[in-house]
């Protein structure tokens, strides 16, 4: 079993993609045969996540992208920021990140900054007195066997092509003193979410499907 650290430094080095791409697969195949007890979250932002593992700060995920992914309606909207750095290395796709420049601006703003505060399969989304405009600073565009970092408290979005699923192996090492935030409303209120979380069934099913994009590169 690769340790957090271990997939960090592969990630980094760049240079044995293929122990890291043998190490999912491992997973998936542990997930969908009901060696390891993990349930699937489809996520707001219309990716699914399996959350492979969580140690203290430092948090193992794979996120995969349907190619004909639902939706996405987020209550607020899809541009966000982590409370933890993140750093993805890509498996299968094309991942497209932009990077959102954030400004205060009371006068004439366009959205509102929300805090989201987790608590297991519920999203608290407190609106904030903090009212702000957002431009698309960079756009940035990772295939597969490409790795990318996101700092926390950086405002993006992730996206895939429509019809284009994809598949990445992500890592987070949370911020301490840095909340999840997303740019709402402005006239908008707190409200809570609650994320869709799948069965034992639907999940060893996914991670069939997931391991065959990744087998694929």
Known sequence: MMTYADLERE??????????????????????????????????????????????????????????????????????????????????????????????????????????????DVDEMAATDRLVTAVTATVETHSAGDSYALRAGGFHTSEVDAGEPAVTVALGRTTPGVCDLSLGAVDGRSHRIRRDRCGAAETARMAREIAELVARG
């Open 11 to 120: 990630i980094d080095r760049g240079a044995r993609p293929e122990l890291l791409r043998g190490w999912v697969l491992d997973v998936l195949d542990d997930v969908a045969e009901g060696r390891r007890p993990l349930l699937a979250v489809r996520h707001p932002l219309g990716f699914t996540c399996l959350p492979v593992e969580r140690t203290g700060a430092d948090g193992i995920c794979v996120h995969a992208w349907p190619a004909d992914p639902p939706p996405v309606r987020p209550t607020t909207s899809t541009m966000h920021s982590h409370s933890w750095d993140l750093l993805s290395h890509v498996l299968h796709g094309t991942v497209r990140n932009e990077l959102i420049e954030v400004t205060d601006a009371t006068a004439d703003p366009s959205w509102r900054i929300y805090e989201v505060h987790s608590r297991g």
